[in-house]
């Protein structure tokens, strides 16, 4: 019946059955389902369970349906093998989380129970010291002396509900009260002091700051009818020079406004008048002669006063220098010669 075997394949199955086997034995300490169907599928695939399964069967022996069976086998105890590994490692941590629980709970027993147990030994020791203790805090209260008090009262205050400590604790928080409202005070004084100072030595131009000053001087003492004055003083001499910076720089653009406006009617090369050269050549007797020598102006306002010499032929041929006076608008447009 296994005649069609290939010649070594049992010998093969036996070694598979031993890897499996003992695949079987190594894992059975992390799963013993898994460990357990792996030595099932070794015994199943061993030559002498299977030969005997295949006569069971009445069915031939194909190479195939071995190795699939052992693929299958393999797949199924991977499988529960991670399904078991995950569920113990859940209990772990389960277990793991229910224990730092219990031990989180006992040190909270233990806190409270310490807590308490104090309580009522600060509670023991108040009633036995209750005169002594009353007059020691009382001392620190008629003194002033607030961190005493308040260190005192610090052993006490979450655990003593006696009417005549109570009391006493209600003066030393009006204590501290007064005693933060008096510092508040002094420190505003203080600041107003600084201030006053800083005005002393202020330059009387520095409007800038005296306005900050003053701002600062109301925010302490917003009554005071001397600083709100001085503040309003303060900021219309700000606003007046603001004022005049702003009027200056205007007018300074203005004036280079003009000044660009007039120098433009004026050669870049020689400084001649354009308008006022052609002019002068229109009325020559050789237009072809004209030298320029020197052009200088006057700025009249309204408009500008040119003065050109020149030289140039006369009606005789002879060269001679001549200067020729005009007024020109700001435009360089001619309004008049000047003799």
């Known amino acids: ?96 989380k229910a224990e730092q629980d219990r031990t989180d709970q006992l040190e909270r027993e233990a806190s409270a129970a310490a ?50 400590y109570l009391v006493l604790q209600q003066k030393l928080a009006t204590l501290v009260d007064e005693i933060a409202l008096a510092k508040r005070e002094q420190e505003r004084k203080d600041t107003i002091a600084g201030l006053l100072k800083d005005l002393k030595t202020l330059n009387a131009a520095d409007y800038t700051k005296a306005i900050s000053l003053y701002t600062s001087l109301l925010q302490l003492e917003p009554a005071n009818k001397a600083y709100q004055q001085n503040l ?11 004022a005049k910076i702003e009027a200056d720089q205007q007018a300074a653009a203005a004036r280079a406004s003009r000044t660009k406006q007039i120098e433009s009617q004026f050669s870049q090369w020689d400084g001649s008048h354009r308008t006022f050269e052609r002019l002068i050549k229109q009325a020559m007797n050789d237009p072809d002669s004209y030298d320029h020598v020197d052009t200088r102006y006057v700025d009249k306002g309204k408009f500008i006063r040119v003065y050109c010499t020149f030289r140039g032929k006369n009606a005789f041929g002879g060269t001679v220098k001549n200067t020729r006076v005009a007024d020109f608008d700001i435009n360089g447009n001619f309004l008049r010669e000047v003799e």
């Open 115 to 164: 807590a308490q147990a104090k309580i009522e030994s600060t509670r023991q020791f108040y009633v036995t010291n209750k005169s002594s203790i009353l007059q020691e805090i009382a001392t620190a209260l008629n003194s002033r002396d607030v961190n005493k008090a308040s260190t005192i009262n610090a052993r006490y205050a979450s655990v003593i509900t006696d009417p005549e």
């Open 232 to 242: 309003e003083r303060f900021k219309k001499a700000e606003a007046s020079r603001q």
């Open 1 to 96: 019946m296994f005649s069609g075997l290939p010649h070594g394949i049992k010998p093969r199955w036996w070694i598979v059955t031993g890897v499996v086997t003992a695949l079987g034995v190594n894992v059975y300490a992390a799963s013993w389902i898994s460990g357990l169907m792996l030595i099932c599928l070794a015994i199943l695939i061993s030559p002498p369970a299977y030969d005997r399964l295949l006569v069971a069967l009445k069915v031939g022996d194909p190479l195939h349906l071995r190795v699939l069976i052992v693929l299958i086998g393999l797949t199924a105890s991977t499988y529960v093998l991670n399904i078991h590994t995950s569920h113990i490692e859940d209990q772990r941590v389960a277990a793991a």
